[in-house]
């Protein structure tokens, strides 16, 4: 069988390369780290990858805002590239940082319209927040499957949170009808059981509790928790997970892997 | 010898005493009389003037901060017990102590010690873990913000430059403050509020540590009126290296290439400053900003030339910058440096600030001219700044150029063995210390205290500070610093352990880090500090699963000025102690530092900090599947408490809120506690204990409400059932029993509390046959945390959600 | 030309730093001040038009959802004139409102991080000119304040002395 491959797009201040390569690489997918210079240079490397991933991190120290930096030089350097492939139909992550670039860029939520039209904004307690939460997964998109990257998981998940800037913002109630029409809301911060959290298991005052959005057709999915720390059941706080070696955020993984295969 | 316009001669050869003295104070060389007419004599054979950039690159490189003169010195230690006086004289303190202690041990483990950046051990057959803690006190007071960033950057450079380069997989950091909710008008002048610094300090620790990507994980902040002035910040960065990459060997021949940040003015003479009093026009170009993005870039791209053998050694820019990097790596070798290729931020520099800049995220590569543009390209690629600046030359000398003229040229071995050693003079006056009047309190008066305990900034939750903090970047941190059974509540975790997946592919080991620091007993009793802070360090890392035989501690002593003989006295009784402690317990120092004149004075008064010792443990855990938290996990399993309870509340935080006189100040008894923490790593292995918390701070009582409160869960211990010491013990003799108040609140070390399942008893009861302990309660499944004795009519009762309440309210800004 | 930009948090939008110094102002026991607005600060010098710096207020320094700009053309030393305004900031809005401002630079000389990545930013958007960037951090006080408050404001929460200067207007 071929082997998938996996982009993931690296540039100063992204620290969570590794994770995520091991991530993957522990679904059976080769990831290799490519630094945004080298794809630069020679642009249409980049569809010689069936997924890609837009990694945690400090993009250039998220300097002015997180994620603008890089969202700004991949838009006027990579930007028809990237648009393209987000039109084929492959897969897309952006985790934290990146679901911050993948926004400021406009691949999500509307990859054809191709402009921000939503933010992630600075946290409603003005801190860096490092924790644990629990996110509900939208019943609708697993039942209609038009997320690619979340099937197969439990109503509930926790997965750890860590960034300044996750408060997700839509440009009006417009798009966030949109959203909620089109069953792009992927991931909402909740408590155990399912029900409406308040401040630190809402850890960034989003709107409607929004923790990840994916666009229309399901392939590109942004999100602030961090699902490659939980890989393992071992990085759970309590050491829980399935088949009692797992986590859940290996699902996610797992899922894209398994949809290009 | 010429000297372009930017570069003068200094004067010296005919100065007097008075002048050479004046001179040396005037250009904040921090250099004593003696060291300045050395430098007078090895010029006076040279015959001729110094350049000013010789007498700052020998300022540099004598300086206390890089030579560590007075730990290496000589001491001439008289101590007075019971009106007796005895002498002892060292010819070097810390080789006589600390590295002996090393020395001795010779643990085949140990693969690099007290001689790199880093200390480092054998983490499995391929790879070794290095550890180093730094301070970054003076910085911090100035502009906290910046001077605790640019410690964090500082140490990870330490890594990042120990043998060939570590990669760095997590950091530690521990802060001493003042009290932060003092009246504005108390705080001198001059100095920032404590609540500013703390915020500060806690903010540049954040931005940096979390933009580098490097997780935080274990820490500790310890309040003391002491620290208002001169806040200490401790640093540390542990990192993984191939054992293959250990060793730098440097040829005559190989090119030096600093790679990284630009050089500007930032931090000129922050060597020197270190060792000088704050007073309140400190120095401005002290005070340093960094770029932890440029620091990422760096770590980046010099692993990928690591794994390719690009070079033959690197070293960080610390202290004193440029002149110490290519100073340390061409000892041997001699160098050339042309200073006007040096990257500067911005013109206007003289070849003596390129010199020594503090400039920050620079490292400085010997690399074999062959390999030198596809080091560069590698760096380049990834928009790193890498530029040859000299090389190194088999002349045994430093010289260094500018525009074409010779601006210093010097033997290195006058620049590294030339300094004279100090003689100082130590006293210490031993000081009784006598048990406390019995501590007779109500059920209610013990209950109040309890919540008091939880709620004192030395016990109560940091939670403020480590959430700010992303302490699971990178995925491995799988013993956190907040720990409990679901993601809502959680208490406070004796250490970190790190599960090193993404670097080495296929493992189950481990790395734990832990600290033990303990000012207030320094007060009393400066042995018994250092050996509590070093059982303490221990334990942290025993009470999660780590193996106390693979166990490695790193020293930083920070304290006041060495040059009073009674500091220097209990500096000298907390190396003894480092010494014994060391020894018994079998756990060897890798590394360590120290930060001296930690003093301030204000209109002529001159304040000092408490004698600080932090103590850092580094361990290796064979498989990591098998650590524990804190957390109590199940009702109805039992509770035992591990080791013997004396009666030692002195410079206990329970006697501070109590206002409690007297008390002796806990000591260290090995042999029992190293069995027990031997025997705990055996029932842990064999997976018979669900929870395991270290006894420290508030006693008995609050460790096991921690235990209970971060599981929402109850618990009913029977203090009757509590082992305590016969009162016929010398140490503590007082002819009594000990109230139930003392055994509570009691510090004794060695001491852990265990969560066992039923099942597991007569197992876990065999491990433990032969060392002290005893069953003392259960967990229970209302939410009620119930201490009684029926021997003395005590019993308290407090819910663990108010507990819970005391002590996460205190830090909550 | 030397132009600066002023970013505001756009109407509706929490101006989370502000209150977070208004509640440090509360702790320093310092009363009077009612309400604070903190905006960022970006001096951009160099050879770029008024448009060209219009194009990095829009794409690279504002968030397109929250925040809105106004440019300023900088003299040697003053920065007064408003030549641009996002059509949803208006200056005017606080005339009739007591306040004051505090500005926060560094000193010459120290790292400024943010400056470097914003050239860097607007290199990537296509205009390759040697440009100087600064910035800078503005506060809006609101209430009747004393100047010796502002001073007390100003030294011990808005500006380290050591590396930093204020500007109290």
Redesign the interface.
């Given at each position: 069988m071929k082997k998938i491959r996996v982009l993931i797009l690296?540039t100063?201040?992204?620290?969570?390369d590794?994770?995520t390569?091991?991530a993957f690489e522990l679904c059976g997918a080769i990831a290799e780290r490519v630094?945004i210079?080298?794809l630069i240079e020679r642009k249409d490397k980049i569809f010689e990858y069936d997924i890609l991933a837009f990694p945690?991190?400090?993009s250039?120290?998220?300097?002015?805002?997180s994620g603008?930096?890089l969202a700004?030089?991949v838009k006027?350097?990579l930007g028809d590239e990237v648009k393209k492939y987000a039109l084929s139909g492959r897969p897309i992550i952006g985790i934290c940082n990146g679901f911050q670039v993948l926004v400021k860029i406009g691949l999500l939520p509307d990859p054809e319209l191709f402009k921000?039209?939503?933010?992630l904004?600075?946290n409603?307690s003005?801190?860096?927040?490092?924790?644990?939460?629990?996110l509900k997964t939208e019943k609708k998109i697993k039942n209609e499957s038009s997320c690619i990257w979340t099937k197969n998981l439990p109503d509930i998940i926790?997965l750890?949170v860590?960034h300044g800037e996750g408060k997700f913002?839509?440009?009006n109630e417009k798009f966030l009808d949109n959203l909620n029409k089109n069953n792009q809301i992927v991931f909402r911060y909740s408590l155990?059981d399912g029900s409406e959290p308040e401040y630190p298991?809402a850890p960034n005052g989003s709107t409607e509790q929004i923790a990840g959005i994916c666009n229309k057709k399901g392939n590109i999915f942004g999100l602030m928790p961090?699902p490659?720390?939980?890989?393992?059941a071992?990085?759970h706080?309590?050491r829980e997970g399935f088949n009692s070696k797992y986590g859940w955020g290996k699902v996610i993984f797992q899922n894209a892997v398994n949809f290009v295969s | 010898m010429k000297c372009t316009a930017r570069c003068e001669t200094i004067k010296i050869l005919n100065l007097s005493d008075e002048e050479l003295f004046e001179l040396s104070r005037k250009n904040v060389l921090s250099m004593s009389l003696e060291e300045m007419r050395v430098i007078q004599n090895y010029f006076k054979k040279l015959k001729r003037e110094p350049t000013d950039v010789e007498i700052e690159t020998i300022a540099q490189t004598w300086s206390e901060h890089c030579k560590h003169k007075t730990l290496t010195g000589a001491v001439e230690y008289t101590e007075e017990k019971d009106g007796e006086k005895t002498k002892r004289t060292y010819n070097n303190l810390l080789g006589e102590t600390i590295f002996k202690a090393s020395v001795e041990l010779d643990k085949p483990w140990c693969l690099s010690i007290f001689k790199d950046n880093a200390g480092i051990i054998e983490f499995d057959s391929e790879n070794g873990v290095a550890f180093k803690v730094e301070t970054h006190n003076h910085p911090s007071a100035l502009e906290p913000y910046g001077g605790s960033a640019t410690g964090v950057g500082g140490v990870i450079r330490d890594i990042l430059g120990v043998g060939l380069g570590a990669k760095p997989l997590a950091s530690t950091d521990v802060f001493c403050f003042g009290d932060p909710d003092i009246e504005i008008s108390k705080v001198p002048e001059g100095v920032h509020h404590p609540k500013r610094i703390i915020k500060g300090v806690v903010s540049g620790v954040r931005d940096y540590g979390n933009r580098i990507g490097i997780p935080t994980v274990n820490g500790t902040v310890y309040f003391d009126d002491g620290y208002i002035s001169n806040p200490l910040v401790y640093c540390g960065t542990m990192g993984i290296i191939p054992k293959n990459k250990i060793d730098k060997k440097i040829e005559s021949g190989d090119l030096v290439l600093v790679v990284g940040g630009k050089t500007g003015r930032d931090g000129i003479h922050g060597a020197t400053f270190s060792s000088i009093q704050l007073d309140k026009e400190s120095d401005v170009s002290a005070v340093q900003i960094g770029n932890p993005i440029i620091e990422k870039k760096v770590l980046d791209t010099m692993i990928k030339a690591r794994d390719l053998n690009l070079y033959r050694a690197v070293t960080d820019c610390g202290a004193g910058g440029l002149s110490s990097a290519v100073g340390e790596l061409g000892e041997k070798t001699g160098a050339v440096v042309y200073l006007d290729k040096v990257p500067l931020k911005y013109n206007g520099l003289c070849p003596w600030e390129i010199w020594i800049s503090e400039a920050q995220e620079r490292m400085v590569f010997a690399v074999p001219p062959r390999n030198i543009e596809k080091i560069i390209e590698i760096f380049e690629k990834e928009n790193v700044e890498a530029v040859c600046i000299g090389e190194f030359t088999d002349d045994k000398k430093l010289t260094l150029m500018y525009d074409n003229d010779i601006v210093a040229s010097m033997d290195m071995e006058f620049l590294h063995n030339g300094v004279p050693k100090p003689i100082k003079s130590a006293f210490y006056k031993m000081k009784e210390e006598k048990v406390q009047k019995p501590v007779e309190m109500s059920s209610f008066e013990v209950s109040n205290s309890l919540n008091s305990l939880l709620a004192d900034l030395n016990i109560c939750s940091k939670e403020w500070i480590v959430r700010q903090y992303d302490h699971e970047v990178q995925g491995q941190t799988v013993i956190k610093p907040l720990q409990g059974n679901n993601i809502e509540i959680s208490g406070p975790g004796d250490a970190a352990v790190i599960f090193p997946y993404t670097v080495v592919k296929g493992t189950k080991k481990g790395i734990v880090l832990s600290n033990g620091l303990n000012p207030q007993y320094g007060k009393i009793n400066p042995y018994n500090m250092a050996a509590s802070a070093i059982e303490e360090s221990l334990r942290n890392a025993v009470a999660v699963g780590a193996d106390i035989r693979r166990i490695s501690i790193l020293d930083n002593f920070c304290w006041g000025n060495p040059n009073h003989p009674e500091i220097l006295g209990s500096l000298v009784q907390a190396m003894e102690a480092c010494y014994d402690i060391s020894k018994a317990f079998e756990v060897p120092f890798i590394s360590g530092k120290d930060s001296l004149h930690n003093e301030y004075s204000i209109n002529g008064k001159k304040y000092s900090i408490p004698s600080t010792l932090l103590i850092s443990a580094m361990g290796i855990i064979e498989n990591v599947e098998n650590t524990v938290t804190m957390s109590l996990k199940k009702d109805g399993n039992k509770i035992f408490v591990l080791g013997i309870t004396r009666n030692e509340l002195g410079g206990s935080v329970f006697s501070k809120i109590r206002n409690i006189e007297g008390g002796i100040v806990p000591g260290v008894y090995h042999r029992e506690s190293k069995d027990i923490m031997e025997k705990i790593y055996s029932a842990m292995s064999e997976n018979l204990i669900e929870a395991c918390h270290d006894c420290s701070e508030g006693g008995i009582v609050v460790a096991v409400s921690e235990m209970a409160f971060s599981a929402n869960k109850g618990v009913k211990v029977d203090i009757d059932a509590i082992k305590i010491y016969s009162y016929l013990e010398e140490r503590c003799r007082s002819g009594r029993e000990m109230t139930p108040a003392e055994i509570l609140f009691s510090e004794s070390n060695g001491r852990f509390i265990v969560e066992v399942e039923p099942d597991n008893e007569e197992k876990f009861k065999k491990i433990l046959d032969g060392s002290i302990f005893s069953e003392v309660g259960y967990v229970s499944d209302d939410k009620e945390v119930i201490f009684e004795s029926k021997k003395n009519n005590v019993k308290i009762r407090q819910n663990s959600e108010i507990l819970l309440n005391s002590w996460r309210n205190t830090i909550n800004w | 030309m030397m132009f600066e930009i002023e970013i505001f948090t756009k109407k509706g939008f929490k101006n989370l730093r502000g209150e977070h110094i208004l509640s440090d102002i509360c702790g320093l026991s310092i009363e009077n001040i009612t309400r604070v607005e903190y905006s960022p600060l970006y001096v951009v010098d160099g050879d770029m038009s008024f448009s060209e710096t219009e194009m990095i207020a829009s794409e690279v320094l504002i968030d397109k959802i929250t925040e809105s700009y106004v440019i300023r053309q900088c003299d040697t030393e003053c920065c007064s004139r408003v030549i641009s305004e996002s059509f949803d900031v208006k200056e005017t809005d606080r005339l009739n409102l007591d306040f004051s401002v505090i500005e926060v630079w560094y000193k010459k000389g120290v790292t400024d991080t943010v400056s470097e990545s914003v050239v860097k930013a607007v290199k990537d958007l296509g205009l390759i000119k040697e440009i100087k960037v600064k910035n800078g951090h503005k506060y809006y006080l609101y209430g009747e304040i004393l100047q010796v408050t502002l001073n007390n404001v100003a030294t011990r929460l808005l500006a380290n002395t050591l590396i930093q200067e204020y500007k109290i207007h």
């Open positions: 690296r100063a201040g992204t620290n969570c590794y994770e390569q091991s630094h210079n080298t945690g991190g400090f250039y120290g998220d300097d002015i805002a603008k930096i700004n030089e006027n350097k921000q039209i939503s933010t904004s600075y409603d003005d801190k860096f927040e490092c924790r644990w939460v629990y926790s750890p860590a913002i839509p440009m155990k298991l961090h490659e720390r939980y890989v393992f071992l990085q706080p309590a | - | -």
